[in-house]
């Protein structure tokens, strides 16, 4: 046989293939190829599993990150309930406290109102007995004057001398005696 192979090389007019003809240089750079492929693809899935991996730690901080924000904007919002409900008892009490305080001011106003009618009233009504006592002693006068000038003028007119002596000197015993 390995005469036959020597006949096959040596045939005439069959010349050696070229370089891209050559079968075995397509094995070269089929292996060669392979092997880059082989490299960079055991490679490449490093590369692809650590840009998720790093994909996926962003993520994950993305979503640490908005459960710390959902977290404080919850608490705030409780705080703000909290702030709403407070002012809304402080709001009532200040709105009972200033129904309470203007009850107690009207019946206050009312008592100093009746109060002062009661104090009027009873000034009146002094001023009217005080005026009727002035009025009656003022009558009283002129009708004490009255009377006293119609006697003496009666009496000057009916009493003679001798009368009138006498009322004179009894009215002076009279003055005496008032005085003592």
């Not at 693809?41 to 979503?63: G, T």
């Not at 608490?75 to 702030?83: F, R, T």
């Not at 009322?167 to 008032?178: C, M, P, S, T, V």
């Amino acid at each position: 046989m390995a005469e036959t192979t020597t006949a096959i090389t040596e045939v005439p007019g069959h010349a050696e293939p070229d370089f891209l003809h050559n079968p075995e240089t397509w094995v070269y750079l089929s292996i060669t190829v392979f092997l880059l492929l082989a490299v960079f693809v055991a490679k490449a899935p490093q590369l692809i599993a650590k840009a998720l991996d790093d994909r996926i730690a962003a993520v994950r901080r993305q979503l640490d990150e908005a459960k710390a924000i959902r977290a404080e904007a919850e608490a705030l919002l409780k705080g703000a309930q909290a702030s709403r409900d407070a002012a809304t008892k402080d709001a009532e009490a200040i709105i009972a406290r200033a129904h309470s305080e203007a009850n107690e001011l009207v019946a206050e106003t009312e008592n100093a109102a009746r109060l002062t009618i009661e104090r009027r009233t009873a000034a009146a009504t002094a001023k009217i007995a005080a005026a009727e006592r002035a009025a009656e002693g003022d009558l009283r006068a002129e009708v004490a004057r009255r009377v006293t000038a119609a006697a003496a003028a009666l009496i000057a007119a009916k009493a003679d001398a001798g009368v009138q002596a006498k009322l004179a000197d009894d009215a002076i015993a009279g003055l005496e005696r008032r005085l003592h």
